[in-house]
């Protein structure tokens, strides 16, 4: 099935021509379309389908195991039909099993699913492998075959012969590759550049464009990450100690020219978002595990702390004392220790290769100030995801994208389960019996109203709990582009998509300006 953009979360026909669900949602079938085929042209079959399933269940990564493992049975029922049976009743895994990537089994035959390989992968979209340069690029070619290509589901979309992804291990590199014309397409991640650098001249002679155009997205979650697994962040008190040192309103003014917004809670900007007491339908879902909130879950009280700007921060870092008293920790010679003597230091891991040294920076200066000792750790990107993955840090600064249409995939952000089992995006180490019933709950709801009021709840107890020092985001997205590149007038509900994009035909500024040739 292929998603629209436009929707929360609906699926439309691809590779399988219809689906049937069963009245009692334990099973769906999927008919493949007589023509889907792969690009070498051997044919889509439930055979393939079955092994895709299996072989992301197996060797995958944790969260297919966790959607496919719900799978009872997988059978191929003729030619071209293949069921799934679940062990009980589903709701979303019908369209998970829908967004499945489909592997040929004779791709994959006398060699190891699970280990690195560069040959070309054989697939049934739109584009295959052109070529590949390790640690530098890749490029896609559009297949004059594809078998889809007069879908309903596909039309508009496509519109570009060629399409390399350039691979930068610097930021600044990537920005004067841009500047240069070698790039043709920039989302533009950082708004004091948005705002004072695109002046070049190109963007002046207005073979450069660009635009903020705006999203329906939910606003997630990014900020500096506790790892309550560390008995350091493990007392809540400290979490919201240290949530009040942080001062936002300085930090957005000196580091993005106070462009940004702060993100409230993870389901902000959408239906979902928690604000104020919790609704009687948020309150009957929490009652059952009111001994398990934090204080102040159910009457709203997790409003994040606001300061004057000016850099002192006094009130919060006053506030922020207290709490730490209350914890048991103690300044004592400018050094705060508990009450075995212990000195209250940690460390916050961050990717070489990013841009959050800056911010971390500031919020550890600001710790310092309370006799707090942080170490700012910069780690390449391998050794980062390896400690991502087995929770080797005390703090991490990282983000949750959020979706629309919240369903089992929380399990894998933040269900108890990833205490213990590496791999999983709970990097706090959430372990709230509240927490998995609401999951549970907008996972197996029978209406959209107690759907609604589980992730409302869910909300309200991530939120509360302090797990982490929430940063910024932007309701638009800042993107350039060298002509010939167009856009549609209107940017879908989840903002910028790149597949519906075109060339112009016969306008040529890009070869001309920089020496390259149209656009690919």
Not at 104 to 109: A, H, I, L, Q
Not at 152 to 175: K, Q
Not at 227 to 255: G, I, M, Q, S
């Amino acid at each position: 099935m292929a998603r629209s953009w436009d929707e929360p979360f609906t699926l439309y026909a691809l590779l399988a021509e219809s689906v049937e669900i069963a009245e009692d949602r334990q099973s769906v079938s999927f008919t493949l379309h007589p023509d889907a085929a792969f690009s070498n042209g051997r044919p889509v079959t439930p055979d393939d389908v079955i092994f895709s399933m299996e072989i992301l269940r197996d060797k995958g990564r944790p969260n297919f195991n966790a959607y496919y493992a719900r799978v009872a049975e997988a059978k191929a029922d003729g030619e071209r039909v293949v069921t799934f049976t679940f062990f009980e009743p589903e709701r979303e895994l019908p369209l998970l099993l829908g967004l499945m990537p489909i592997h040929p089994r004779f791709d994959w035959e006398n060699r190891d699913f699970d280990e690195t390989t560069l040959q070309k992968p054989i697939a049934s979209g739109p584009y295959r492998i052109e070529s590949v340069a390790p640690g530098d690029r890749i490029t896609f070619r559009k297949r004059p075959d594809y078998w889809g290509k007069d879908l309903p589901v596909n039309r508009g979309l496509h519109n570009i012969d060629e399409v390399t992804y350039l691979y930068f291990r610097d930021e600044n590199a990537l920005w004067e590759a841009f500047k240069a014309g070698l790039v043709d397409l920039r989302q533009e991640g950082d708004a004091v550049r948005w705002l004072n650098e695109y002046d070049f001249p190109a963007a002046q002679k207005g073979d450069v464009v660009r635009d903020a155009l705006p999203h329906g997205r939910a606003t997630g979650m990014e900020g500096f990450v506790f790892n309550t697994r560390n008995p350091l962040f493990a007392d809540r008190r400290v979490r919201e100690a240290l949530l009040h040192v942080f001062d936002f309103e300085w930090t957005n003014a000196a580091l993005n020219q106070g462009a940004y917004e702060r993100i409230q809670t993870y389901y902000g900007n959408s239906a979902f978002g928690a604000t104020g007491p919790a609704t009687d339908g948020e309150r009957r879902l929490l009652m059952p595990y009111a001994k398990h909130l934090p204080k102040g879950t159910l009457e709203g009280d997790f409003a994040l702390p606001v300061s004057k700007g000016d850099g002192r921060n006094r009130n919060n870092r006053r506030i922020a004392i207290g709490l730490l008293r209350e914890a048991g920790w103690r300044i004592s010679n400018g050094v705060l220790k508990n009450a075995q003597g212990m000195r209250f230091a940690f460390e916050i891991l961050l990717r070489a290769s990013g841009n959050d040294e800056k911010v971390a920076a500031s919020f550890s200066r600001a710790l310092e100030s309370l006799g707090i000792d942080v170490t700012l750790r910069m780690v390449e990107g391998a050794q980062y995801q390896s400690r991502l993955t087995t929770y080797d840090f005390d703090m991490v600064l990282q983000r949750w994208w959020l979706s629309l249409s919240p369903g089992a995939e929380q399990d894998f952000y933040f269900g108890s389960k990833g205490v213990t089992e590496k791999g999983t995006r709970n990097y706090m180490g959430a372990n709230n019996p509240a927490i998995d019933a609401m999951i549970d709950l907008l996972a197996s709801a029978p209406d959209r109203e107690t759907y609604t009021a589980a992730i409302r709840a869910l909300d309200r107890i991530l939120s509360a709990e302090r797990y982490v020092i929430p940063l910024w985001y932007d309701a638009k997205e800042r993107i350039a582009w060298w002509k010939p590149l167009n856009k549609p007038a209107l940017t879908p509900l989840y903002g910028y998509r790149p597949e519906i994009w075109w060339a112009v035909e016969g306008d040529d500024v890009k070869s001309s300006s920089s020496g390259k040739s149209p656009i690919k």
